[in-house]
């Protein structure tokens, strides 16, 4: 695209210090032979508006985590479809006309299924009820999911989930957090949306070996969740599956302003964010 001099971006969170997605977005542009510098921010919300505003004219884009991904909505001028879909934008784009806001972790979310071989869900279960939870029902619904169960420590906060399942021709239940499905079947698959070692839920043996977990966080990795998968013979997806998926949809945007857009070489360039972490 053009805006040749617009050559800075940065992941935005507080804290940051750990995020890996530098290692993988330089990977990505070095690929691409782009002289591009990515770095990472400590901005919190209150301070989000403030570092967009000094944001010149070499600014290209920002990849935001939570809570960023729901502040950074009022200043938006423009919005992809999927942005007002799940309430949340995790990648912006500067231009000319003003901000652009995009959500590729719904694609991150059915692409890292697909690389593990999963092309298609009926029945899941998420724990978790907040934005990532949101991203994950879009995500899974891409790949047939009829059904999700929800659960959430604080359910009344994740009531808003079942609308937008209803949304996408989803039916969304949310119980409390220890409270499991009533009929007793194995959903296909568990995504666990929590922070890397919040999770005290403990599953049974024949869940673990049938069910394919689904884990977004990654430090620390395995996760307890994780091992108790592996150690039943059960099929785990890491959150840096999701983390390199969802910045193949940034560098996209950032690159060709378009999250669908494949990128020239993108095996190539996707193997070099991958060896990156």
């Not at 993988?24 to 209150?46: E, F, K, Q, S, T």
């Not at 950074?72 to 006309?97: I, M, Y």
């Not at 009531?159 to 039916?171: N, W």
Request: glycine fraction near 10%; proline fraction near 5%.
């Amino acid at each position: 695209m053009g805006d040749a001099g617009r050559t800075r971006l940065a992941v935005l969170g507080s804290p940051i210090s750990h995020s890996k997605s530098p290692l993988i977005h330089r990977a990505a542009y070095r690929a691409l032979g782009l002289d591009w510098a990515y770095v990472a921010a400590d901005v919190d919300g209150p301070h989000l508006a403030d570092f967009v505003e000094r944001c010149d004219s070499s600014w290209r884009g920002l990849s935001l985590t939570m809570p960023l991904k729901r502040d950074v909505l009022p200043l938006l001028e423009h919005r992809h479809p999927l942005v007002d879909v799940v309430g949340a934008a995790n990648t912006v784009l500067f231009t000319d006309d003003g901000l652009h806001g995009f959500n590729t972790d719904v694609h991150g979310v059915a692409q890292s299924f697909r690389d593990a071989g999963v092309e298609s869900l009926g029945y899941v279960q998420v724990l978790g009820g907040g934005a990532t939870a949101a991203s994950v029902i879009a995500g899974v619904a891409q790949l047939g999911a009829g059904k999700v169960l929800v659960s959430a420590r604080t359910p009344a906060k994740a009531e808003p989930l079942v609308a937008l399942g209803e949304s996408l021709g989803v039916a969304v239940t949310v119980r409390a957090w220890a409270i499991q499905d009533r009929s007793l079947i194995a959903p296909d698959a568990i995504v666990s949306t929590v922070p890397g070692g919040q999770n005290d839920l403990v599953f049974a043996e024949p869940i673990r070996a049938a069910s394919v977990l689904f884990d977004v966080a990654y430090d620390p990795w395995p996760s307890r969740l994780a091992q108790d998968w592996v150690d039943a013979g059960g099929t785990v997806i890491s959150g840096l599956d999701l983390l390199v998926n969802q910045a193949v949809g940034q560098v996209r945007v950032f690159v060709g302003g378009d999250p669908e857009l494949p990128l020239e070489r993108e095996a190539e360039v996707v193997a070099a964010m991958r060896a990156a972490v």
